[in-house]
Protein backbone atom coordinates (compact mmCIF):
# COMPACT_ATOMS: atom_id res chain seq x y z
CA UNK A 1 0.00 0.00 0.00
CA UNK A 2 1.16 3.41 -1.10
CA UNK A 3 -0.15 6.54 0.16
CA UNK A 4 0.58 10.00 -0.99
CA UNK A 5 -0.09 13.29 -0.15
CA UNK A 6 0.74 16.79 -2.42
CA UNK A 7 1.75 20.09 -1.46
CA UNK A 8 3.29 22.80 -2.81
CA UNK A 9 -0.27 24.48 -5.03
CA UNK A 10 -1.32 27.59 -4.81
CA UNK A 11 -2.24 31.04 -6.64
CA UNK A 12 0.14 32.07 -9.25
CA UNK A 13 0.33 35.15 -11.83
CA UNK A 14 0.93 33.73 -15.26
CA UNK A 15 4.70 33.54 -15.91
CA UNK A 16 5.41 32.86 -12.49
CA UNK A 17 6.50 29.22 -10.69
CA UNK A 18 5.44 27.07 -8.24
CA UNK A 19 7.01 23.60 -7.34
CA UNK A 20 4.71 20.40 -6.16
CA UNK A 21 6.06 18.00 -3.94
CA UNK A 22 4.21 14.64 -3.58
CA UNK A 23 5.45 12.69 -0.21
CA UNK A 24 4.84 8.93 -0.21
CA UNK A 25 4.83 6.21 2.46
CA UNK A 26 4.73 2.78 1.63
CA UNK A 27 7.49 0.60 0.41
CA UNK A 28 9.66 0.42 -2.66
CA UNK A 29 8.89 3.90 -3.76
CA UNK A 30 12.18 3.59 -6.05
CA UNK A 31 10.71 0.61 -7.80
CA UNK A 32 7.10 2.67 -8.55
CA UNK A 33 6.36 5.06 -11.64
CA UNK A 34 5.40 8.15 -10.43
CA UNK A 35 2.63 10.66 -12.39
CA UNK A 36 1.19 13.93 -12.10
CA UNK A 37 -1.89 14.51 -13.96
CA UNK A 38 -4.37 17.44 -14.07
CA UNK A 39 -7.91 18.03 -13.76
CA UNK A 40 -9.81 21.68 -15.23
CA UNK A 41 -13.56 22.14 -14.05
CA UNK A 42 -15.23 20.57 -17.02
CA UNK A 43 -12.65 18.65 -18.23
CA UNK A 44 -11.09 15.04 -17.87
CA UNK A 45 -8.30 14.53 -15.89
CA UNK A 46 -4.89 14.80 -18.17
CA UNK A 47 -1.23 13.32 -18.00
CA UNK A 48 1.26 15.99 -17.42
CA UNK A 49 4.48 14.53 -16.66
CA UNK A 50 5.88 10.94 -14.93
CA UNK A 51 9.03 9.70 -13.99
CA UNK A 52 8.84 6.07 -14.27
CA UNK A 53 11.40 3.28 -14.40
CA UNK A 54 11.65 -0.17 -15.18
CA UNK A 55 14.35 -1.05 -12.87
CA UNK A 56 14.26 0.99 -9.87
CA UNK A 57 17.57 2.04 -10.64
CA UNK A 58 17.60 3.73 -13.98
CA UNK A 59 15.03 6.51 -14.41
CA UNK A 60 13.03 8.54 -17.44
CA UNK A 61 10.90 11.75 -17.41
CA UNK A 62 7.83 11.85 -19.62
CA UNK A 63 5.89 14.93 -20.05
CA UNK A 64 2.73 16.28 -22.16
CA UNK A 65 3.65 18.27 -25.10
CA UNK A 66 1.50 21.54 -23.14
CA UNK A 67 3.83 21.57 -20.43
CA UNK A 68 7.17 20.31 -22.17
CA UNK A 69 10.26 22.95 -21.74
CA UNK A 70 8.55 24.40 -19.04
CA UNK A 71 7.65 21.54 -15.95
CA UNK A 72 10.27 19.56 -14.69
CA UNK A 73 9.71 16.35 -12.61
CA UNK A 74 12.26 14.36 -10.41
CA UNK A 75 12.18 12.23 -7.54
CA UNK A 76 14.32 12.19 -4.73
CA UNK A 77 13.89 8.37 -3.07
CA UNK A 78 16.14 9.30 0.12
CA UNK A 79 12.92 11.48 0.90
CA UNK A 80 10.20 9.32 -0.70
CA UNK A 81 9.15 12.38 -2.54
CA UNK A 82 8.38 13.51 -6.46
CA UNK A 83 8.38 16.86 -7.37
CA UNK A 84 6.90 18.98 -10.54
CA UNK A 85 8.76 22.25 -10.90
CA UNK A 86 6.65 24.44 -12.79
CA UNK A 87 8.08 27.57 -15.09
CA UNK A 88 6.28 30.04 -17.17
CA UNK A 89 2.57 29.13 -15.42
CA UNK A 90 -0.15 29.78 -17.98
CA UNK A 91 -3.93 30.67 -17.10
CA UNK A 92 -4.63 27.08 -18.88
CA UNK A 93 -2.64 25.77 -16.20
CA UNK A 94 -5.15 26.40 -13.65
CA UNK A 95 -6.46 22.46 -12.51
CA UNK A 96 -6.24 20.93 -9.42
CA UNK A 97 -2.61 18.57 -9.72
CA UNK A 98 -2.82 14.78 -8.66
CA UNK A 99 0.54 12.68 -7.72
CA UNK A 100 -0.39 9.07 -8.77
CA UNK A 101 1.92 5.88 -8.54
CA UNK A 102 2.38 2.79 -10.35
CA UNK A 103 4.39 -0.22 -11.79
CA UNK A 104 4.87 -1.26 -15.03
CA UNK A 105 4.69 0.05 -18.57
CA UNK A 106 1.58 2.42 -19.00
CA UNK A 107 2.69 5.70 -17.20
CA UNK A 108 0.57 7.98 -19.27
CA UNK A 109 -3.35 6.24 -18.79
CA UNK A 110 -4.46 7.36 -15.32
CA UNK A 111 -6.32 4.48 -14.98
CA UNK A 112 -3.50 2.54 -14.91
CA UNK A 113 -2.10 3.65 -11.63
CA UNK A 114 -3.10 2.14 -8.53
CA UNK A 115 -2.48 5.13 -6.32
CA UNK A 116 -3.88 8.52 -5.78
CA UNK A 117 -3.29 11.66 -3.91
CA UNK A 118 -5.84 14.15 -2.47
CA UNK A 119 -5.11 16.89 -5.14
CA UNK A 120 -3.80 20.54 -4.88
CA UNK A 121 -4.83 23.97 -6.24
CA UNK A 122 -2.75 25.04 -8.54
CA UNK A 123 -4.60 28.98 -9.92
CA UNK A 124 -2.50 31.00 -12.53
CA UNK A 125 -4.26 34.48 -13.06
CA UNK A 126 -4.00 36.39 -15.85
Known amino acids: QVQLVESGGGLVQAGGSLRLACAAS????????MGWFRQAPGKEREFVAA???????????DYADSVKGRFTISRDNNRNTVYLQMNSLKPEDTAVYYC????????????????WGQGTQVTVSS
Open 26 to 33: GRSFSRYN
Open 51 to 61: HRTTSGSVYYA
Open 100 to 115: AANQGIYWRDSSKYDY
